[in-house]
């Protein structure tokens, strides 16, 4: 049993930077492929970013590839999204989701556990 909890979230200017952090709970973190996900309004539950059980393999969807950079820290059972260059467009729920397949998955299926969602808002 795995449980999330997002923060991080907030309001920014177009341009500007956020980092979110997601604590997890449980023995075996360091076991569970993290994901990072997003849904706006009106919009499915998208992938955002992902990344190993060590941290040493790493996926990204093509709209944020560059701008937003994912990591974790095992020792504090810790995964992080920074965003920078943040547009309008990048405004969402983001929602921190660990996997127990032994890879990091796209599909939101592949994902056993979910945090609440921490929302970020960016403006023009």
């Known amino acids: 049993q795995v449980q999330l909890v997002e923060s991080g979230g907030g309001l920014v200017q177009a341009g500007g930077s956020l980092r979110l952090s997601c604590a997890a709970s449980g023995r075996t973190f360091a076991s569970y492929a993290m994901g990072w996900f997003r849904q706006a309004p009106g919009k499915e539950r998208s992938f955002v970013a992902a990344?190993?059980?060590?941290?040493?393999?790493?996926d990204y969807a093509d709209s944020v590839k560059g701008r937003f950079t994912i990591s974790r820290d095992n020792a504090k059972n810790m995964v992080y999204l920074q965003m920078k260059s943040l547009k309008p467009e990048d405004t969402a729920v983001y929602y921190c989701?660990?996997?127990?397949?032994?890879?990091?998955?796209?599909?939101?299926?592949?994902?056993?556990?979910w945090g609440q969602g921490t929302q970020v808002t960016v403006s023009s």
């Open positions: 989701a660990a996997s127990g397949t032994n890879y990091y998955p796209r599909n939101r299926d592949d994902y056993n556990y």
């Open positions: 990344i190993g059980w060590n941290g040493g393999s790493t």
